[in-house]
């Protein structure tokens, strides 16, 4: 059976080793197949030993997208497309499913992984959604650097205006490219879901606990609580209220820490 390739990328110390090696575990224990696990990152401390490092590129149009995205008061927020380069992981064996760290796995990923092969797979992003944009959101993304590869290309030869174009916006950026192209699928949305809209949305946040959705495989953690505010409960604002998480402790944390080894989670 042919092994999955998952990539997640970490820059900076926003997020710490933690929640990539509960990524990997999330993954690892709802895929039925071999795993491989790639982060790119600059800073590698931590990490459980399984996972393989892909030191983050400095890439060449670097100063000419940074220049853009501090005009969209966006600073760093298109570093990814650098996983679109073909011939950045060796030895790849067909698409790669790649995480955003912000996400809890909570459902088989084997579907996601095999949805709509060829294409560039997200999930209808939330807020785009209510204003009629067809723009993906940039959580969850299956692609092929293969046949993909136009996504870091394009950036690489136009960047400021590539940038300027998607309104510094890496998902926009993405899906738009790939819908262009005619290879863009959308991921179920009772799939991937998102802890403020789908698991704890106002104002029955007030009355009840989070609730974890039946067919969810992926919550995404976007903007604020992420996870380590949700598990005991939040208070940002009136909307964004949430009382402790029980499922969210148990996914993130307590079988990740079976999985791996209380070091490691």
Same mark, same amino acid.
């Given at each position: 059976? %042919?092994?999955?390739?998952? #990539?997640?990328?970490?820059?900076?110390?926003?997020?710490?080793?933690?929640?990539?090696?509960?990524?990997? #575990?999330?993954?690892?224990?709802?895929? /039925?197949?071999?795993?491989?696990?790639?982060?790119?990152?600059?800073?590698?401390?931590?990490?459980?030993?399984?996972?393989?490092?892909?030191?983050?590129?400095?890439?060449?149009?670097?100063?000419?997208?940074?220049?853009?995205?501090?005009?969209?008061? %966006?600073?760093?927020?298109?570093?990814?497309?650098?996983?679109? %380069?073909?011939?950045?992981?060796?030895? !790849?064996?067909?698409?790669?499913?790649?995480?955003?760290?912000?996400?809890?796995?909570?459902?088989?990923?084997?579907?996601?992984?095999? !949805?709509?092969?060829?294409?560039?797979?997200?999930?209808?992003?939330?807020?785009?959604?209510?204003?009629?944009?067809?723009?993906?959101?940039? #959580?969850?993304? %299956?692609?092929?650097?293969?046949?993909?590869?136009?996504?870091?290309?394009?950036?690489?030869?136009?960047?400021?205006?590539?940038?300027?174009?998607?309104?510094?916006?890496?998902?926009?950026?993405?899906?738009?490219?790939?819908? /262009?192209?005619?290879?863009?699928?959308?991921?179920?949305?009772?799939?991937?879901?998102?802890?403020?809209?789908?698991?704890?949305?106002?104002?029955?946040?007030?009355?009840?606990?989070?609730?974890?959705?039946?067919?969810?495989?992926?919550?995404?953690?976007?903007?604020?609580?992420?996870?380590?505010?949700?598990?005991?409960?939040?208070?940002? #604002?009136?909307?964004?209220?949430?009382?402790?998480?029980?499922? !969210?402790?148990?996914?993130?944390?307590?079988?990740?820490?079976? /999985?791996?080894?209380?070091?490691?989670?």
């Amino acid at each position: 059976m %042919r092994r999955a390739t998952i #990539s997640c990328i970490k820059w900076g110390t926003l997020f710490g080793p933690e929640y990539v090696n509960r990524l990997y #575990s999330g993954v690892r224990r709802n895929l /039925d197949r071999p795993v491989r696990f790639l982060c790119m990152t600059e800073h590698a401390e931590g990490l459980h030993p399984d996972i393989e490092v892909l030191p983050l590129p400095e890439e060449p149009f670097r100063g000419e997208m940074d220049r853009a995205l501090a005009v969209a008061n %966006r600073q760093g927020a298109m570093r990814k497309v650098s996983l679109f %380069r073909e011939g950045l992981v060796p030895d !790849l064996e067909g698409p790669i499913l790649g995480f955003d760290l912000d996400v809890v796995i909570t459902g088989p990923l084997d579907p996601l992984l095999d !949805l709509a092969p060829g294409k560039v797979a997200m999930r209808h992003d939330w807020t785009e959604k209510r204003k009629g944009r067809p723009t993906g959101h940039g #959580s969850v993304f %299956r692609y092929d650097p293969a046949h993909h590869g136009f996504l870091y290309e394009e950036i690489a030869a136009n960047p400021y205006a590539e940038v300027e174009a998607a309104r510094g916006s890496e998902q926009r950026y993405t899906s738009h490219k790939a819908m /262009d192209r005619g290879v863009f699928e959308y991921i179920p949305e009772d799939w991937v879901v998102s802890f403020k809209y789908d698991c704890n949305p106002f104002p029955g946040n007030y009355l009840n606990a989070p609730r974890l959705p039946e067919a969810a495989r992926v919550v995404c953690f976007h903007g604020h609580p992420k996870m380590d505010e949700a598990i005991e409960g939040y208070r940002g #604002s009136l909307i964004r209220y949430s009382k402790p998480c029980d499922w !969210l402790r148990e996914h993130w944390i307590d079988r990740a820490a079976a /999985d791996l080894g209380p070091d490691w989670a």
